[in-house]
């Protein structure tokens, strides 16, 4: 899989508004109301990615988690990272609405 050029990087973020690009890699931060909840969403995360093949980076802090996309080997972000990043938005239990 190749990664996206600077046009289809950008396409991409203006899709994807919650996330951004931090040294090559897109990043989203949540923030919920305690350490169960954003254990939670961890797990959420955790078997969504079991299912595409495809894991982000987890960095929890007690009620703050971080998700990072990349594909390591295109040493970039592909459309695989894309894709898993809307799947992450549209799934209900990811709403926006549920971290705070």
Do not use: C
């Not at 396409?11 to 989203?28: F, H, M, Q, S």
């Amino acid at each position: 899989m190749q990664k996206l050029n600077e046009t289809q990087l950008s396409e991409a973020l203006t899709r994807l508004p919650e996330w951004k690009l931090e040294t090559g890699k897109l990043v989203r931060d949540w923030v919920f109301k305690d350490f169960v909840a954003a254990m939670a969403f961890v797990n959420e995360v955790a078997a969504m990615a079991e299912t595409a093949g495809h894991h982000p980076d987890i960095e929890i802090h007690y009620n703050r988690v971080r998700l990072t996309l990349v594909t390591h080997d295109a040493d970039g972000i592909t459309a695989k990272d894309v894709a898993m990043a809307e799947n992450f938005n549209q799934n209900s239990g990811l709403s926006p609405d549920r971290p705070t």
